[in-house]
């Protein structure tokens, strides 16, 4: 089972711009990426998602935000995302958030550094891995200390919680 360890934080625009900056210069970009991704309304953290290269039907197990959490991916063609809209709109489920975002992908010592500006929600750094479930809370402290490295404070998980569900009841106003 592959596990998809990470930690985020906000950050203020002057902020992401300094870290773009650093990424930019001292580590690899991996990719620029333009991502729409829409949230389903049911019992588990199902999305669909087009960015520039493909589409992707993407579950989440787990809880939203929570540090690690069961992941599976089964991509599409781009050209696929509104088919992929129509099927589970067929089942009848409901969109319940569509996200707009700018990611700048980095890999920064076998972590995956992103950089995103999501309209309507903000500016976020996220540093993320992938691991086995015995190796899931090792990998998470190691992230951690490379955040704080970056002197930049864990946002905690319940103000992401009141953020995105701020986003979620507005998000149409947001956009």
Same mark, same amino acid.
């Given at each position: 089972?592959?596990?998809?360890?990470?930690?985020?934080?906000?950050?203020?625009?002057?902020?992401?711009?300094?870290?773009?900056?650093?990424?930019?210069?001292?580590?690899?970009?991996?990719?620029?990426?333009?991502?729409?991704?829409?949230?389903?309304?049911?019992?588990?953290? =199902?999305?669909?998602?087009?960015?520039?290269?493909?589409?992707?039907?993407?579950?989440?197990?787990?809880?939203?935000?929570?540090?690690?959490?069961?992941?599976?991916?089964?991509?599409?063609?781009?050209?696929?995302?509104?088919?992929?809209?129509?099927?589970?709109?067929?089942?009848?489920?409901?969109?319940?958030?569509?996200?707009?975002?700018?990611?700048?992908?980095?890999?920064?010592?076998?972590?995956?550094?992103?950089?995103?500006?999501?309209?309507?929600?903000?500016?976020?750094?996220? =540093?993320?891995?992938?691991?086995?479930?015995?190796?899931?809370?090792?990998?998470?402290?190691?992230?951690?200390?490379? =955040?704080?490295?970056?002197?930049?404070?864990?946002?905690?998980?319940?103000?992401?919680?009141?953020?995105?569900?701020?986003?979620?009841?507005?998000?149409?106003? =947001?956009?």
């Amino acid at each position: 089972m592959v596990v998809e360890v990470e930690v985020r934080s906000f950050v203020s625009k002057d902020k992401y711009a300094e870290l773009l900056e650093f990424f930019k210069h001292n580590t690899k970009l991996v990719k620029e990426d333009d991502q729409e991704t829409f949230y389903f309304d049911c019992a588990q953290d =199902l999305r669909i998602q087009k960015n520039n290269n493909y589409s992707k039907i993407w579950l989440k197990k787990g809880k939203m935000h929570d540090g690690c959490r069961e992941e599976i991916e089964v991509r599409c063609g781009k050209e696929e995302f509104e088919k992929l809209e129509q099927l589970f709109l067929s089942l009848g489920m409901k969109v319940s958030i569509k996200w707009f975002r700018k990611r700048h992908e980095f890999a920064w010592d076998e972590v995956t550094v992103c950089l995103d500006f999501t309209k309507g929600y903000g500016y976020i750094i996220e =540093l993320e891995k992938m691991s086995t479930e015995e190796r899931k809370n090792e990998e998470l402290e190691k992230l951690k200390q490379k =955040l704080v490295s970056l002197h930049i404070d864990i946002t905690p998980k319940e103000v992401f919680d009141n953020q995105f569900q701020h986003y979620k009841e507005n998000w149409r106003s =947001l956009v």
